[in-house]
Every structure is written in structure tokens, then in C-alpha cells.
């Protein structure tokens, strides 16, 4: 089994960056696709990123490609959300979750076996 913790949220304002950081304990996070996803209020939890084992591949949701970099460091069992250019569109919990196909990268919640407590991203327009 595998706990994640999400640290790195928090409030900034339209165009700002944040870096997300989930961190894995438990388990080596090599052994796991790892995948961000966010949940505003009133929505469900949607896919933002993800990234095979290896981190020779990413996915990204349409909107958040070319702003957001998803990066893992197997030897820190870390991952991580670089976003750029935030928009209040992109407030919301956001949620690290790992997946034992550890080759795919999937986009669907109930693919994923373990998840995080969750981080708030705010921003302000």
C-alpha cells in the first residue's frame, strides 16, 4: 500500500505559478502511473496530468496543456504540478492519485488505487 501527501497549494493571483508537490510513503512511488486531478465546487473530479512510471510519458487536459508540467523524481518517491499562467478557471482541490498500470497513463477516476487528502488552489482574478 501507498499513502500520498499533496503539499504546495494555496492562493495566487491570475497568472501567478504554484509547484505541487505529492510525496509517497509506503511503497516506492516507481512502482505507479501517477496522476493529477482537481475538483472545484459543485463538479466532479477531473484528470489534469499524469505521468508513467519511468516519466518518459505525459498526458494532459486539453485546457491546462501548455501551462501546467508534470514531473516525477523516483529517487524523492515525489511528483510534481508546475503551473504557469494560472487562471481563476483553475481553482480548485487538487488531488494526487497512483495507479499500479504503472505503463498507462489513465484519465479515469476509478482507475487509480490510492489518492491523496487533497490541496486547495486558489486564484484570484
Known amino acids: 500500500q501507498v499513502q500520498l501527501v499533496e503539499t504546495g497549494g494555496g492562493l495566487v493571483q491570475a497568472g501567478g505559478s504554484l509547484r505541487l508537490s505529492c510525496e509517497a510513503s509506503g511503497r516506492t512511488l516507481s512502482r505507479y502511473a501517477v496522476g493529477w486531478f482537481r475538483q472545484a465546487p459543485g463538479k466532479g473530479r477531473e484528470f489534469v496530468a499524469g505521468i508513467n512510471w519511468s516519466g518518459s510519458n505525459t498526458d494532459y487536459k486539453a485546457s491546462v496543456k501548455g501551462r501546467f508540467t508534470i514531473s516525477r523524481a523516483n529517487a524523492r518517491n515525489t511528483v510534481y504540478l508546475q503551473m504557469d499562467s494560472l487562471k481563476p478557471e483553475d481553482t480548485a482541490v487538487y488531488y494526487c492519485?497512483?495507479?499500479?498500470?504503472?505503463?498507462?497513463?489513465?484519465?479515469?477516476?476509478?482507475?487509480?488505487?490510492?489518492w491523496g487528502q487533497g490541496t486547495q488552489v486558489t486564484v484570484s482574478s
Open positions: 492519485a497512483a495507479d499500479s498500470t504503472r505503463w498507462l497513463i489513465n484519465q479515469a477516476v476509478q482507475e487509480y488505487d490510492y
